[in-house]
């Protein structure tokens, strides 16, 4: 099993649609939570970070259930420039030491189209 | 100010060469990275660097493979005698410190090696 799963899609939506991505991650000891966007041919680049009590960014909206080791991605109101591949990520303590080891999904795929 | 830059952009190289690839962070970081990205296998982590010293090499698919970190900069990622399964994006991230893992990584453009 993959340390942290999603939907790879792709996801195609009109514009002005609501969209949900979500994750699953596998290492109850995980600490930091993360969505990356990433544009075709790109670097990933950090959308938001992840926390228990849900976190906003104008259309983006991020949820952690650690209970339930899930994490989610929702974005209302798309628009064309939100096409790209969304990256669940996660970093835990490797071996005692106090860094974060990035460890990504597989992205999901969104598109948006007129 | 100036991101994390990687040389060369992309590489194209045959199987059995070596192979040098260059990551400059951002200046202050003292954390470096090194991911490789490819087609169908998503990023996978390939080694950190506190400084100088590499306390997690964990990723590493193999011997062929080694890093070093000079003057708390630059690093050099080596891939010794090529195979075509090293074909990938190699991506190097850099942040400020790296104490609990909140520090956000930045990532360079990377690195297109494709092995004929």
């Given amino acids: 099993r993959k340390e942290v799963e999603q939907d790879p899609g792709p996801f195609n939506v009109p514009e002005g649609a609501t969209v949900a991505f979500n994750c699953t991650y596998s290492n109850s000891a995980s600490q930091s939570f993360f969505w990356y966007r990433q544009d075709c041919r790109k670097e990933p680049k950090l959308l938001m970070s992840v926390y228990s009590s849900g976190n906003e960014d104008g259309r983006f909206t991020a949820q952690l259930n650690r209970a339930s080791q899930y994490i989610s991605l929702l974005i209302r109101d798309s628009k064309l420039s939100d096409s790209a591949t969304y990256l669940c990520v996660v970093t835990s303590n490797a071996g005692g030491t106090s860094y974060g080891k990035l460890t990504f999904g597989q992205g999901t795929i969104l598109t948006v189209h007129p | ?116």
């Fill in chain 2, 1 to 116: 100010g100036a991101g994390v830059s990687q040389s060369p952009s992309n590489k194209v190289t045959e199987k059995g060469k070596d192979v040098e690839l260059r990551c400059d962070p951002i200046s202050g970081h003292t954390a470096l990275y090194w991911y490789r990205q490819s087609l169908g296998q998503g990023l996978e982590f390939l080694i950190y660097f506190q400084g100088n010293s590499a306390p997690d090499k964990s990723g590493l698919p193999s011997d062929r493979f080694s890093a070093e970190r000079t003057g708390g900069s630059v690093s050099t990622l080596t891939i010794q005698r090529t195979q075509q399964e090293d074909s990938a994006v190699y991506l190097c991230a850099s942040s400020l410190v790296d104490v609990g893992g909140t520090d956000t990584q930045y990532f360079g453009p990377g690195t297109r090696l494709t092995v004929l």
